[in-house]
């Protein structure tokens, strides 16, 4: 396979699972902002921008803080490079340079994704943002239904590595952020949280009833987090996104009969996850091990890049 | 005359290159009155270098580089012995017929107002001391900048601008001819010029005249190519026989300084 | 001006005419298959179409045109005999392009022999100096030709334009006929049409025919300029076909005179490169410099011999339409025979006496600039307005050798679904010619243009035309066959009645 070809797919993945992560975390959002009293929901969407690390892009753009232009930065604004409309372009025209290469219904979801955007102006209020949030989600997941029904072969493969890669990032940020702010720094972990903002973390990688599921004692932060960081049974836990990492690294090295540094490092990280138990990272600072974590994501990722010479 | 060339030409690329691809046009040919006895390209760094010609029958010699690469140093140097020849060019074997060489480029392009001034210079019938009044009368006109090098005017800017570098003045020259219904090109090379102590990059002019071939001519000089014209490569303009032609595939920006120091 | 009355290639001479003796079992076809049916079945092949992504770019449209070409469903045919005799001349015309490429970057003999001007080719800017004297494997310049035909009666055919550059326009052969062979069964079963889905087998074989001395298991790929190139279905459509790897000039690097191609397990030696880019973007240390599209390197490459590149660089030469009005002396040249496919008569502007009859002439001939192709850049006399006139007359007298003028062909019609029902509607034929090691191929098949609005003679996609498909039968007397069974199968019956009886 072409690099060009491979480097496509892999980006393809990568900006269509932002575009889902961000939608998702919007509509968490949203649905916050709503439920809390004032203060707290403007805090809710200062951490959304602090979780996609795009406050300072924010600060930048000039405009003044309102969860309705931080809604339309996140979603529509198409200048800022950070918003679903640009991911979604970037996936696009990713998909597009490769479309030969992917099922006609792969590609649909994708477009239909991008023509949600077409003409739309600025989302008004809080129900029009989460109409086109929820939109973006179902073209993500038909998307995701397309990828799993692709030939098994090296095109689905550079997508799902894509996707493995952008999702662990996702994950860590998501909970790093929100743990902090949740958290000031003389609290002792468990004391008094809010309720709420836990639950938007659930909502934002879709966990509320796997973590029914899996916990008996109720809304926890330790258990929260045990779930995101620990538990593979949940796509986006940070074990779950580094075993699919490796998986998928292992079908290709099996067809390109070339192991490499990419293929190390994630094995080395997937191993080291799997020993890794919330309640020690609790205890010894999740925020450097989370920190660690995406630093080390980012660093596979330039492996990969060498590793398939996507140059 | 003994020439002897030492010429380096310097890259520095603010971005590291992943590799670097060049097409040199800078080793010269023996003629009738020009021996190379040596001649030496070298460059500071591991490349893989091909001898080549291309479609015009110059001697080009591609030099791939791997990266990462912040800078290269092409060093050519060598030794050529020259005889004066009345700036007529014997010992060539060319390989198009004259006529071809009346096609325009876009740096050479027709330009009525060279047409007009080439007409009144060249009224004689004798097409030869024609064009050494062109020759003179362009050398008298377009006067040398001296702050830039290399050829990056086309012929009609440079006839507005009247400062212009030597390449430009060379194909100034080469529109002009043509616009005579002379077939004329472009030569690139060293020239021993002025108070110079040793050979620098050059460029220049050959025009065709029936029944006595290609001859030089060298508006800066006002001259024939005399012993003091090391010949390197020919084309239609200066483009088509630059020395060095680069492709870069990094998004970084180029610095050329060239330095020809006394051999 | 009014036009003479066209030959129809199926219905034969004119209105109300008998339909052509040998077409019968066509016309019956097409009088008995209801217009709505056909509508139906048309309509069902243009979504097909749609949905497959078969679409082109129109150049100058802003509004992200890209349109699908219509598609017609009633075919165009040829008989064995007229497609036999075609392709003798495609043959022998494509023989003399690449012996003419091969003479003009070497030798130079046929202008050393005064046969064309020197000055036509030497001075013309499709002729490449900065490849003279570099040779392609086996000397094979011209591989893949399109070569533009028009018919104006039975057996008069005339070459209209050569294309030895980057023709395109074969997927619709291959979809057309797909389409056809799902839409229109019975006319499958009733003709025995030549295949001609075979094309990307063989010009894969073709690409591996002509890769670099001493390579055994060539690595060929298809360059394409990208996705939002015009064609770029086709290039990648023509890529899948042949199981090759579509590539972009960033694909691929040289190194040490050899070009690569960068893939996942890193570099592959490639061989042959079947390139869909223009020359002047084709490598920019040679052509443009600002080329972003092309192999840095890549002549050098095919200079030291290392790589096939098809079409050879440098071939623009061969289809100049300036060129072109001296095919047939080319063809003398280098066959020692006529042409055997004659050229649209052409009057050069350049010559002062063409230009003068030509100016006298406007309103009945088209013009066409040397340099112009797609269709732009042309007047058609007949159906110009008066400033369209005018506007190409001062054109002319600015530039006279930009220009060719030829006579307004009465092009041959084919019926074609408009919106009252049939209609005869003007077509053009492109049929592809291959050159291989092994020789030069006709594929039996081609692109059919036609003309959609009533009267035109302009075909070109880009300026309203669509698309046919082209049978080439395999037998003489077509549908005579089924016919045949058919009238045996009643004589037993009728003989076992009389057995009975007696």
Redesign the interface.
């Known amino acids: 396979?072409?690099?060009?070809t491979?480097s496509s797919l892999y980006w393809l993945g990568r900006y269509f699972e932002r575009a889902d992560f961000i939608a998702r975390l919007v509509e968490a959002t949203v649905r916050l902002d709503v439920l809390s009293p004032r203060p707290a929901g403007e805090a809710a969407w200062t951490s959304a921008l602090t979780v996609t690390e795009t406050d300072a892009a924010f600060a930048a753009e000039g405009t003044k803080f309102h969860r309705r232009e931080v809604a339309r930065f996140l979603t529509v604004d198409a200048g800022h490079p950070g918003s679903i409309v640009r991911c979604i372009g970037m996936a696009r025209s990713n998909a597009?340079?490769v479309?030969?290469a992917l099922t006609?219904e792969a590609w649909t979801a994708i477009n239909r994704a991008w023509l949600l955007f077409e003409g739309r102006p600025a989302a008004s209020d809080a129900g029009a943002v989460l109409g086109i949030v929820e939109a973006v989600q179902n073209e993500a997941r038909g998307f995701e239904g397309a990828v799993h029904r692709m030939l098994r072969n090296?095109t689905t493969w550079f997508v799902r590595l894509g996707q493995a890669v952008e999702r662990s990032d996702n994950t860590a940020r998501l909970l790093d952020v929100k743990y902090h702010l949740l958290l000031p720094e003389h609290e002792r972990v468990g004391g008094v949280v809010d309720r709420d903002q836990w639950t938007t973390i659930l909502q934002t990688v879709s966990a509320v009833t796997a973590y029914r599921w899996l916990y008996s004692d109720g809304l926890t932060p330790a258990n929260v987090i045990d779930l995101l960081i620990a538990r593979s049974e949940l796509p986006r836990s940070l074990v779950a996104s580094a075993q699919e990492t490796v998986d998928v690294l292992a079908l290709?090295a099996r067809r390109?009969?070339?192991h490499g540094e990419a293929d190390r490092m994630a094995r080395n990280r997937a191993n080291r996850m799997a020993k890794t138990r919330s309640g020690e990272v609790i205890a010894s600072g999740l925020h450097e091990f989370l920190r660690s974590f995406i630093d080390e994501n980012a660093l596979l990722h330039g492996a990969i890049g060498r590793?398939?010479?996507f140059? | 005359m003994r020439l002897l060339i030492e010429h380096r030409t310097t890259f520095r690329f603010p971005e590291p290159q992943?590799r670097l691809i060049q097409m040199l046009r800078v080793t010269p040919q023996n003629n009738h009155d020009q021996t190379v006895v040596a001649w030496r390209i070298d460059v500071d760094r591991d490349v893989r270098m091909r001898e080549d010609c291309d479609g015009w029958g110059n001697a080009v010699t591609m030099l791939y580089v791997d990266g990462p690469l912040d800078g290269i140093e092409i060093a050519v140097s060598g030794e050529v012995v020259t005889s004066e020849s009345g700036g007529v060019l014997h010992g060539v074997r060319e390989r198009f017929p004259p006529t071809l060489f009346l096609r325009d480029t876009t740096a050479t392009a027709r330009d009525p107002a060279i047409a007009l001034w080439a007409g009144e210079v060249a009224r004689g019938a004798d097409r030869l001391a024609d064009l050494h009044r062109l020759n003179a009368a362009l050398g008298e006109r377009i006067a040398i900048d001296p702050h830039r090098a290399g050829v990056e005017l086309a012929a009609g800017e440079a006839w507005q601008q009247e400062r212009a570098t030597a390449g430009e003045i060379a194909q100034l020259f080469v529109a002009a001819a043509r616009s005579l219904g002379t077939p004329a090109r472009y030569v690139s090379g060293y020239g021993l010029i002025g108070g110079e102590r040793a050979p620098q990059p050059h460029g220049w002019a050959e025009a065709h005249v029936d029944g006595i071939g290609w001859i030089g001519f060298d508006p800066v000089t006002r001259l024939s190519p005399q012993d003091r014209h090391v010949r390197v490569a020919v084309a239609l303009d200066a483009a088509g026989a630059a020395p060095i032609a680069g492709s870069r595939l990094g998004p970084a920006v180029e610095v050329l300084t060239i330095d020809a120091s006394a051999a | 001006m009014p036009m003479r009355q066209a030959f129809d290639e199926i219905m034969g001479a004119g209105e109300g005419g008998p339909p052509r003796a040998e077409l019968a079992a066509l016309s019956r076809w097409i009088e008995t298959t209801p217009a709505d049916e056909l509508r139906r079945r048309q309509q069902a092949a243009e979504a097909t179409f749609r949905?497959l992504?078969i679409t082109f770019a129109v150049y100058g449209e802003s509004d992200a045109a890209e349109r699908i070409i219509p598609f017609d469903i009633v075919p165009r045919v040829f008989l064995p005999g007229e497609w036999a005799r075609l392709s003798e001349g495609l043959v022998q015309r494509v023989e003399a392009i690449n012996a003419f490429l091969h003479d003009i970057y070497g030798e130079r003999r046929i202008l050393a022999e005064g046969v064309l001007p020197a000055d036509l080719v030497l001075g013309n800017p499709q002729f490449r100096p900065e490849i003279a004297g570099m040779r392609p494997p086996h000397d094979i310049w011209a591989h893949i030709c399109g070569i533009d035909l028009v018919r104006t009666g039975p057996d008069d055919f005339f070459v209209l334009e050569d294309n030895a550059r980057t023709p395109s326009g074969v997927s619709y052969m291959l979809e057309n006929r797909e389409a056809m062979l799902r839409l229109c069964p019975e006319l499958f079963r009733r003709f025995r049409v030549a295949a001609v889905d075979s094309y990307p087998d063989r010009l894969l074989e073709t690409m591996k025919s002509v890769a670099p001395h001493g390579v055994s298991q060539p690595v060929c790929v298809l360059l394409t300029p990208?996705?939002y190139n015009s064609a770029y279905y086709e290039h990648?459509f023509l890529a899948?076909s042949m199981g090759i790897?579509?590539?972009?000039g960033?694909?691929l690097v040289v190194d040490d005179d050899i070009v690569w191609?960068?893939?996942?397990?890193?570099r592959v030696k490639v061989d042959v490169i079947y390139r869909r880019i223009d020359d002047d973007f084709l490598d920019p240390l040679v052509f443009r410099p600002d080329s972003a599209l092309g192999v840095p390197g890549l002549i050098a490459a095919y200079a030291a011999g290392n790589v096939a590149i098809l079409n050879a660089p440098g071939n623009g030469i061969a289809d100049d339409k300036a060129i072109y009005s001296y095919m047939p002396e080319i063809v003398r040249f280098y066959s020692g025979g006529d042409a055997k496919l004659p050229n649209v008569e052409t009057w050069r502007c350049r010559e002062p006496q063409a230009l003068a009859y030509t100016l006298d002439h406007l309103d009945e001939l088209v013009v066409k600039l040397v340099d112009g192709s797609g269709g732009y850049g042309m007047l058609v006399g007949p159906t110009a307005s008066k400033a369209e006139i005018e506007a190409f007359r001062a054109a002319l007298i600015a530039e006279p050798h930009r220009y060719i003028a030829q006579p307004t062909l009465a092009l041959s019609t084919v019926p074609t679904m408009a919106d009252q029902g049939l209609a005869p509607r003007h077509v053009d034929f492109r049929p592809f010619v291959l050159s291989g090691r092994r020789g030069v191929q006709v594929v039996p098949g081609g692109l059919t243009r036609v003309a959609l609005k009533e009267g035109s003679l302009v075909v070109n996609s880009s300026q309203g035309g669509g698309t046919k498909d082209s049978f080439v039968l395999m037998d003489d007397q077509p549908g005579a066959a089924q016919q045949m069974r058919t009238d045996v199968m009643t004589q037993t019956l009728g003989a076992m009645t009389q057995e009975t009886r007696s």
């Open positions: 396979m072409l690099s060009r491979a597009r340079a479309r030969t006609r090296q290709l390109t009969g070339q590793q398939f010479k140059g | 992943p | 949905q992504g990208g996705h990648s899948d790897e579509l590539v972009e960033a694909d191609m960068r893939t996942i397990a890193g």
